[in-house]
T-cell receptor, first 114, second 114 residues
Framework: KAGVTQTPRYLIKTRGQQVTLSCSPISGHRSVSWYQQTPGQGLQFLFE???????NKGNFPGRFSGRQFSNSRSEMNVSTLELGDSALYLC?????????????FGSGTRLTVV | GESVGLHLPTLSVQEGDNSIINCAYS??????FIWYKQESGKGPQFIIDIRSNMDKRQGQRVTVLLNKTVKHLSLQIAATQPGDSAVYFCAESYTQGGSEKLVFGKGTKLTVNP
C-alpha cells in the first residue's frame, strides 16, 4: 500500500508569508502527527490529529496550526513566517494515537524561509 | 522532563564491523521504545521496537537491548554495510496526563567506511 505522502517536497518562502503543507497518511491510519526537524533541535513534536481532533500539541507558538479532514488527510499551516521556521517538516501516520505502535513517516517538506 | 539522549552524536565504523548505538532515556514509566533510521533526504524509517517487559529483541542484522535498571537502550547492527550509513534515532513512549507521548532523541550519525 502507498506510504505517507507529503507535498510539496521543497518550498521557499519569504519572511512574513504563510505556508500550508499537506500530508496524506497510509490508508486506514487515523492518526497524523507533525514534527519539525532542524539540525540543532532534532525532531520536535508539533501536534497530532486523530479522527479530525487535535489530541496533543507541542510547545510551538500559535503561528503553527493544523487540521485533519474526514479522509484523514492533514494540513499544517505556518503564518507570519520567520527565518527560524526553516526546517524539514515531517508528517507521520499511525493506526493508533501518538504512534504508540510506531509511526510511518513521510519524506518531509523542506521549507526555506528567506 | 522530556529527555531522550544519545551518548555519541557520531559513530564511524568499518564495513563488516558491528555497530552499537546507545540511547539514555529519562522516564522510568516509558513502556515502549523504537529505533528509527533516517537516510539523507528521507523521513525516519522504523527499524525495530521493544516493549518494557522485554530486555532483548532481534531483527534482521539488528538487535535492541533494553536495560531498565539504568534506563539505557542500545541498537546493535551486525556486519555493518555502507547502506547502514544514516542518522539513528531512539524514541520512548509513555503516558502522561492521560495521553500517550512519543519522545525522540537527537540522533546519532553512523558512517560506514568501505
Amino acid at each position: 500500500k502507498a506510504g505517507v505522502t507529503q507535498t510539496p517536497r521543497y518550498l521557499i518562502k519569504t519572511r512574513g508569508q504563510q505556508v500550508t503543507l499537506s500530508c496524506s497518511p497510509i490508508s486506514g491510519h487515523r492518526s497524523v502527527s507533525w514534527y519539525q526537524q532542524t539540525p540543532g533541535q532534532g525532531l520536535q513534536f508539533l501536534f497530532e490529529y486523530f479522527s479530525e481532533t487535535q489530541r496533543n500539541k507541542g510547545n510551538f507558538p500559535g503561528r503553527f496550526s493544523g487540521r485533519q479532514f474526514s479522509n484523514s488527510r492533514s494540513e499544517m499551516n505556518v503564518s507570519t513566517l520567520e527565518l527560524g521556521d526553516s526546517a524539514l517538516y515531517l508528517c507521520a501516520s499511525s493506526s493508533h494515537p501518538q504512534g504508540v505502535y510506531g509511526y510511518t513517516f513521510g519524506s518531509g517538506t523542506r521549507l526555506t524561509v528567506v | 522532563g522530556e529527555s531522550v539522549g544519545l551518548h555519541l552524536p557520531t559513530l564511524s565504523v568499518q564495513e563488516g564491523d558491528n555497530s552499537i548505538i546507545n540511547c539514555a532515556y529519562s522516564n522510568s514509566a516509558s513502556d515502549y521504545f523504537i529505533w528509527y533510521k533516517q537516510e539523507s533526504g528521507k523521513g525516519p524509517q522504523f527499524i525495530i521496537d521493544i516493549r518494557s517487559n522485554m530486555d532483548k529483541r532481534q531483527g534482521q542484522r539488528v538487535t535492541v537491548l533494553l536495560n531498565k535498571t539504568v534506563k539505557h537502550l542500545s541498537l546493535q547492527i551486525a556486519a555493518t554495510q555502507p547502506g547502514d550509513s544514516a542518522v539513528y534515532f531512539c524514541a520512548e513512549s509513555y503516558t502522561q496526563g492521560g495521553s500517550e507521548k512519543l519522545v525522540f532523541g537527537k540522533g546519532t550519525k553512523l558512517t560506514v567506511n568501505p
